[in-house]
């Protein structure tokens, strides 16, 4: 079960980076094909290449298995936006949220 999750959050993540398993694989000082065995299912990293792989992403492991965030990169990055508004701006953009649930 995990496995699989890890599998498709790798996969998922790397595409909404916009890269290539073969580039993150090299970026990540492994065999080219690295990356892509872990997607098929093939291998899975140590714990040290995990946190490697986090830290490509940008993301702490707690974000990585977060499967409640689809996209945890820009989550972080809304999340440090919203620090930098008043409490007017938050409301509205809070309302705006709301209102896109519906």
Not at 42 to 49: E, I, L
Request: with cysteine; aromatic share 10%.
């Amino acid at each position: 079960m995990y496995e699989e999750f890890f599998r498709k959050r790798i996969t998922q993540l790397r595409i909404a980076k916009g890269v290539s398993a073969r580039d993150m694989s090299l970026t990540l000082g492994q065999s080219e094909s690295y990356i892509n065995k872990i997607e098929n299912g093939k291998s899975m990293p140590s714990m040290q290449v995990f946190f490697y792989i986090c830290e490509y992403f940008k993301i702490t492991p707690q974000e990585f298995f977060d499967e409640e965030t689809k996209d945890p990169v820009q989550m972080k990055e809304i999340v440090t936006d919203l620090k930098t508004l008043d409490e007017k701006q938050i409301n509205n953009i809070h309302e705006i949220i709301k209102d896109l649930k519906r």
